[in-house]
């Protein structure tokens, strides 16, 4: 199976969402699933903002652009191309002040592409082309907005992921939130890590059901956390 596997934190080598994906990527090889990684640095390689330029190509019908719109279109459409080419997404990040990453909505303003990653039915209906996809959200929160905490009602992150890939027809995405972190005590900290690589472990043993198997032995992927 290929995965993209995208990273938003700004942070390298400190980075708990960073350090869970790898933990994951590491577990599904453990489970001796066979997979290849498109991976994808959000904050290295960031896509452009909209542009009034893109605003206009995007909705123009592909058979009417001109080739200067064609050019402006160009990097969305390889960042498309990538999406659709894998069979599963992982993609890792922190919660910034309440929601996602500039960098991921940047990401997600670039391959929420009509006529490419979701299509207009003729009964008016939107078909979104990720419908295949297996897809897995881990982020990593400084405090806890897990139900009956006071933040809960603070999550923009969550609905903002749902609603935006839902769209592009992902209708039941796994969600692994690692919190409270940066703004817990050491021990809460702790533990929260060690419930987000439990969940995980058992989300890798899901995704290797009906998998295809490797046939080379589980080597070690991933380094420590940080943070
Ligand atoms: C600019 C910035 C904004 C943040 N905003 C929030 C926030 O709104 N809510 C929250 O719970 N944590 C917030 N945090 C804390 C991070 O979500 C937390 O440290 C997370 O573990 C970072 O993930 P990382 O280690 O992968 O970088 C913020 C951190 C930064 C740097």
Same mark, same amino acid.
């Given at each position: 199976?290929?995965?993209?596997?995208?990273?938003?934190?700004?942070?390298?080598?400190?980075?708990?969402?960073?350090?869970?994906?790898?933990?994951?990527?590491?577990?599904?090889?453990?489970?001796?699933?066979? $997979?290849?990684?498109?991976?994808?640095?959000?904050?290295?390689?960031?896509?452009?903002?909209?542009?009034?330029?893109?605003?206009?190509? =995007?909705? =123009?019908?592909?058979?009417?652009?001109?080739?200067?719109?064609?050019?402006?279109?160009?990097? %969305?459409?390889?960042?498309?191309?990538?999406?659709?080419?894998?069979?599963?997404?992982?993609?890792?990040?922190?919660?910034?002040?309440?929601?996602?990453? %500039?960098?991921?909505?940047? $990401?997600?303003?670039?391959? =929420?592409?009509?006529?490419?990653?979701?299509?207009?039915?003729?009964?008016?209906?939107?078909?979104?082309?990720?419908?295949?996809?297996?897809?897995? $959200?881990?982020?990593?929160?400084?405090?806890?907005?897990?139900?009956?905490?006071?933040?809960?009602?603070?999550?923009?992150?969550?609905?903002?992921?749902?609603?935006? $890939?839902?769209?592009?027809?992902?209708?039941?995405?796994?969600?692994?939130?690692?919190?409270?972190?940066?703004?817990?005590?050491?021990?809460?900290?702790?533990?929260?890590?060690?419930?987000?690589?439990?969940?995980?472990?058992?989300?890798?043993?899901?995704?290797?059901?009906?998998?295809?198997?490797?046939?080379?032995?589980?080597?070690?992927?991933?380094?420590?956390?940080?943070?």
């Amino acid at each position: 199976m290929k995965i993209m596997h995208v990273d938003a934190s700004a942070k390298r080598e400190r980075s708990n969402s960073r350090a869970l994906a790898r933990y994951f990527l590491e577990r599904l090889h453990e489970q001796r699933v066979e $997979f290849e990684v498109d991976y994808l640095d959000v904050t290295v390689d960031t896509p452009p903002h909209v542009t009034e330029a893109f605003a206009i190509a =995007t909705y =123009t019908a592909a058979h009417e652009r001109t080739a200067a719109m064609q050019a402006t279109l160009a990097l %969305s459409d390889a960042l498309c191309a990538r999406l659709l080419a894998a069979d599963a997404l992982v993609f890792a990040m922190p919660m910034y002040n309440w929601s996602m990453p %500039s960098a991921f909505k940047a $990401f997600i303003d670039s391959v =929420t592409r009509t006529g490419v990653t979701y299509l207009n039915a003729e009964d008016g209906s939107i078909v979104g082309q990720l419908g295949r996809h297996k897809v897995l $959200f881990i982020t990593s929160r400084g405090a806890d907005l897990r139900a009956g905490s006071p933040y809960e009602s603070m999550d923009a992150l969550t609905p903002a992921l749902k609603a935006a $890939f839902g769209f592009l027809g992902v209708a039941a995405p796994t969600f692994v939130d690692a919190q409270p972190l940066q703004f817990a005590n050491p021990e809460a900290r702790a533990a929260a890590l060690e419930r987000a690589r439990g969940e995980l472990a058992a989300v890798a043993a899901r995704w290797a059901e009906g998998a295809p198997a490797a046939n080379h032995e589980a080597e070690a992927l991933c380094p420590a956390d940080a943070e």
